[in-house]
C-alpha cells in the first residue's frame, strides 16, 4: 500500500512537472512571438518614417531646384544712356504749333535718335567711328523695346525736345543673361562675343553728362514687369499679367459652374433619386468618366461648345465649361461620400420632428457634409488649375498679347504660358518658366488655404 501511494506521488510530482514545462514552453513562444510582432511593428513605423521624409525631401529638391533657377526672372538689368532729342534726328518740326508738335512727336523717328546718341557716346570719348557692321552688333546690346522708352520719355516731357537727358532702357535678353552668369569682365560668353562684352565695359564706365567723374550706368532692378506686363516675342519684355489674369477668369468660371452643378448632383443622388437601373447606370457613368483622359474633354468642347454652340475661341468662358465637365465627375463622387458619412440618426431625428424631406437635406445634411464637400472642390479646382492638354484644343495656346478683361475676351492660362515658354530657345525663357511655376505654385497654395480656413469654419459651426 506504501509502494502504491508512493507511485501515486510520483506520477502527481511528474504531471505537475510535466505541465510546468508545458506552461513555460507556451509562455516562452508567446513571448518570442511578442517579440517578433513588435520588431515588425517597429520596422514598419521606420519604413513609414522614412517615406514620409524621403516625400518631404523630393519636395524640398524640387523647390529648391525651381527656385534657384526662378530667381534671375525676378531682377532685370538696364542702362542709362544720354538721350539727344535733336529735332533734325526726329524729324519733326520744332517751329510747329503745340497740338501739331505733339502729333508729330507721336510718329517721329525714335529709332534714329537711339542709334545717334549711343553713337554720339561712344565717340565723345575718342572710339573710332563704327562700320556697318559694328553698329549692328553694338544695337544687339539694347532691348527692341529702347526705343519705345525714350518716345514715352519724350511725350512725358516735351519740354526734353532738343536737349539731352538721361534715360533707363532695358538691355537685350543676351547680354542680360550673360551679367547675370558672372563672366569675367570684357570675356566672351553665352551669346555675346568679346568685342560686344567690352562695348558693355566701355559703357558701364562712360562719363556722366555733365560730369567729370565716370559712374556705373548699368544696375540691376528687381523686375516688376514680369507681373506687371504679358507675353512678348522677347524675353525681357514677357510678364505673366495675361496668362494670370487668364488664369483667374477660367477658374471663376470653372468654380462657379462645377461647384454647385457637382453639389447639387451629388444631393440627388443620395438623397432623392430611387434606387433603380438607371442610378446605378448614371453612377457607372460618373465613376468612368473621372477616368476619362483630360484631353478627351479637350475635344468635346471644341466640337460642342465652339463649333455647335459657337461661343468664342480662346476665351475664359470656354475653358470654364470645358474644366467643368473635367471636375463634374471628381467633385460628385467626393461629395456623395461626405453625404454619406452623415449619421442615418440625424436625418431620422429631423424626420420624427416634422421637417420635410427638403428641409433635412439643406438644413441638416448638407451643413454636416460640407467640409467634406469642400475638401472634394478643392482636389478638383487644384486639378484643373494645372491642365493644359484640353485648354489646347479650344485654342488657348495661341500667342496673346492684350489683358484679358472679360471672360470672353481671348486669353491664355498660366500652364498653358509655361507650356509655351518651356518650348522656346531663349536662355532667358528658362528663368521665367521657373518664375511662372513658382506663381502657378502659389496660387495653388492660395486656392488651399483659402479653402482649408472655410472647411474649418463648416467644421466649427
Given at each position: 500500500?506504501?509502494?502504491?501511494?508512493?507511485?501515486?506521488?510520483?506520477?502527481?510530482?511528474?504531471?505537475?512537472?510535466?505541465?510546468?514545462?508545458?506552461?513555460?514552453?507556451?509562455?516562452?513562444?508567446?513571448?518570442?512571438?511578442?517579440?517578433?510582432?513588435?520588431?515588425?511593428?517597429?520596422?514598419?513605423?521606420?519604413?513609414?518614417?522614412?517615406?514620409?521624409?524621403?516625400?518631404?525631401?523630393?519636395?524640398?529638391?524640387?523647390?529648391?531646384?525651381?527656385?534657384?533657377?526662378?530667381?534671375?526672372?525676378?531682377?532685370?538689368?538696364?542702362?542709362?544712356?544720354?538721350?539727344?532729342?535733336?529735332?533734325?534726328?526726329?524729324?519733326?518740326?520744332?517751329?510747329?504749333?503745340?497740338?501739331?508738335?505733339?502729333?508729330?512727336?507721336?510718329?517721329?523717328?525714335?529709332?534714329?535718335?537711339?542709334?545717334?546718341?549711343?553713337?554720339?557716346?561712344?565717340?565723345?570719348?575718342?572710339?573710332?567711328?563704327?562700320?556697318?557692321?559694328?553698329?549692328?552688333?553694338?544695337?544687339?546690346?539694347?532691348?527692341?523695346?529702347?526705343?519705345?522708352?525714350?518716345?514715352?520719355?519724350?511725350?512725358?516731357?516735351?519740354?526734353?525736345?532738343?536737349?539731352?537727358?538721361?534715360?533707363?532702357?532695358r538691355l537685350d535678353d543676351d547680354?542680360?543673361?550673360?551679367?547675370?552668369?558672372?563672366?569675367?569682365?570684357?570675356?566672351?560668353?553665352?551669346?555675346?562675343?568679346?568685342?560686344?562684352?567690352?562695348?558693355?565695359?566701355?559703357?558701364?564706365?562712360?562719363?556722366?553728362?555733365?560730369?567729370?567723374?565716370?559712374?556705373?550706368?548699368?544696375?540691376?532692378?528687381?523686375?516688376?514687369?514680369?507681373?506687371?506686363?504679358?507675353?512678348?516675342?522677347?524675353?525681357?519684355?514677357?510678364?505673366?499679367?495675361?496668362?494670370?489674369?487668364?488664369?483667374?477668369?477660367?477658374?471663376?468660371?470653372?468654380?462657379?459652374?462645377?461647384?454647385?452643378?457637382?453639389?447639387?448632383?451629388?444631393?440627388?443622388?443620395?438623397?432623392?433619386?430611387?434606387?433603380?437601373?438607371?442610378?446605378?447606370?448614371?453612377?457607372?457613368?460618373?465613376?468612368?468618366?473621372?477616368?476619362?483622359?483630360?484631353?478627351?474633354?479637350?475635344?468635346?468642347?471644341?466640337?460642342?461648345?465652339?463649333?455647335?454652340?459657337?461661343?468664342?475661341?480662346?476665351?475664359?468662358?470656354?475653358?470654364?465649361?470645358?474644366?467643368?465637365?473635367?471636375?463634374?465627375?471628381?467633385?460628385?463622387?467626393?461629395?456623395?461620400?461626405?453625404?454619406?458619412?452623415?449619421?442615418?440618426?440625424?436625418?431620422?431625428?429631423?424626420?420624427?420632428?416634422?421637417?420635410?424631406?427638403?428641409?433635412?437635406?439643406?438644413?441638416?445634411?448638407?451643413?454636416q457634409a460640407m467640409p467634406g464637400?469642400?475638401?472634394?472642390?478643392?482636389?478638383?479646382?487644384?486639378?484643373?488649375?494645372?491642365?493644359?492638354?484640353?485648354?489646347?484644343?479650344?485654342?488657348?495656346?495661341?500667342?496673346?498679347?492684350?489683358?484679358?478683361?472679360?471672360?470672353?475676351?481671348?486669353?491664355?492660362?498660366l500652364p498653358v504660358q509655361i507650356?509655351?515658354?518651356?518650348?522656346?530657345?531663349?536662355?532667358?525663357?528658362?528663368?521665367?518658366?521657373?518664375?511662372?511655376?513658382?506663381?502657378?505654385?502659389?496660387?495653388?497654395?492660395?486656392?488651399?488655404?483659402?479653402?482649408?480656413?472655410?472647411?474649418?469654419?463648416?467644421?466649427?459651426?
Amino acid at each position: 500500500m506504501t509502494k502504491s501511494i508512493n507511485n501515486s506521488t510520483m506520477d502527481n510530482t511528474m504531471s505537475k512537472a510535466t505541465l510546468s514545462a508545458n506552461t513555460a514552453s507556451t509562455t516562452d513562444k508567446v513571448a518570442l512571438s511578442l517579440k517578433k510582432r513588435h520588431q515588425k511593428e517597429k520596422l514598419f513605423k521606420s519604413m513609414g518614417l522614412f517615406a514620409v521624409l524621403f516625400g518631404f525631401m523630393l519636395v524640398a529638391v524640387l523647390i529648391t531646384d525651381i527656385t534657384s533657377k526662378a530667381l534671375p526672372a525676378f531682377h532685370q538689368h538696364w542702362v542709362k544712356l544720354d538721350i539727344n532729342y535733336k529735332a533734325s534726328w526726329l524729324n519733326v518740326d520744332d517751329s510747329s504749333a503745340s497740338s501739331s508738335l505733339t502729333k508729330q512727336l507721336k510718329t517721329a523717328n525714335y529709332r534714329k535718335v537711339l542709334k545717334k546718341s549711343v553713337e554720339e557716346m561712344f565717340l565723345s570719348t575718342g572710339t573710332e567711328k563704327f562700320s556697318r557692321k559694328e553698329k549692328r552688333k553694338l544695337f544687339k546690346l539694347f532691348s527692341t523695346n529702347a526705343e519705345f522708352t525714350i518716345k514715352d520719355d519724350l511725350l512725358a516731357s516735351p519740354e526734353h525736345l532738343n536737349k539731352q537727358v538721361s534715360v533707363w532702357v532695358r538691355l537685350d535678353d543676351d547680354v542680360d543673361s550673360y551679367l547675370k552668369e558672372d563672366f569675367p569682365v570684357g570675356e566672351a560668353g553665352l551669346r555675346i562675343n568679346k568685342q560686344q562684352a567690352q562695348w558693355l565695359v566701355q559703357l558701364n564706365q562712360l562719363p556722366a553728362k555733365d560730369q567729370a567723374v565716370k559712374e556705373q550706368r548699368i544696375e540691376s532692378r528687381f523686375n516688376i514687369s514680369f507681373f506687371t506686363a504679358s507675353d512678348s516675342r522677347e524675353p525681357e519684355l514677357a510678364g505673366i499679367k495675361g496668362a494670370l489674369m487668364g488664369t483667374l477668369l477660367t477658374m471663376f468660371v470653372t468654380l462657379l459652374l462645377s461647384f454647385p452643378l457637382g453639389v447639387a448632383g451629388a444631393l440627388y443622388l443620395e438623397e432623392f433619386a430611387p434606387k433603380n437601373r438607371w442610378t446605378d447606370i448614371i453612377e457607372i457613368n460618373i465613376n468612368n468618366l473621372a477616368a476619362v483622359p483630360s484631353i478627351v474633354f479637350g475635344l468635346l468642347g471644341l466640337a460642342i461648345i465652339i463649333n455647335v454652340f459657337g461661343l468664342p475661341r480662346s476665351a475664359p468662358l470656354v475653358g470654364g465649361i470645358v474644366l467643368t465637365l473635367m471636375t463634374l465627375p471628381t467633385i460628385i463622387i467626393a461629395s456623395r461620400a461626405a453625404i454619406k458619412a452623415v449619421p442615418p440618426s440625424l436625418r431620422e431625428a429631423a424626420l420624427g420632428l416634422g421637417a420635410s424631406k427638403m428641409q433635412v437635406t439643406f438644413s441638416h445634411v448638407l451643413p454636416q457634409a460640407m467640409p467634406g464637400i469642400i475638401t472634394g472642390a478643392i482636389i478638383g479646382i487644384a486639378q484643373a488649375l494645372g491642365e493644359t492638354a484640353p485648354l489646347l484644343m479650344i485654342g488657348m495656346v495661341a500667342f496673346i498679347v492684350d489683358v484679358p478683361t472679360s471672360i470672353v475676351d481671348s486669353a491664355t492660362v498660366l500652364p498653358v504660358q509655361i507650356f509655351l515658354w518651356a518650348d522656346s530657345p531663349e536662355r532667358a525663357f528658362l528663368a521665367k518658366t521657373s518664375a511662372a511655376i513658382l506663381v502657378l505654385l502659389t496660387l495653388l497654395l492660395v486656392v488651399n488655404i483659402t479653402a482649408t480656413v472655410l472647411r474649418s469654419k463648416f467644421e466649427n459651426k
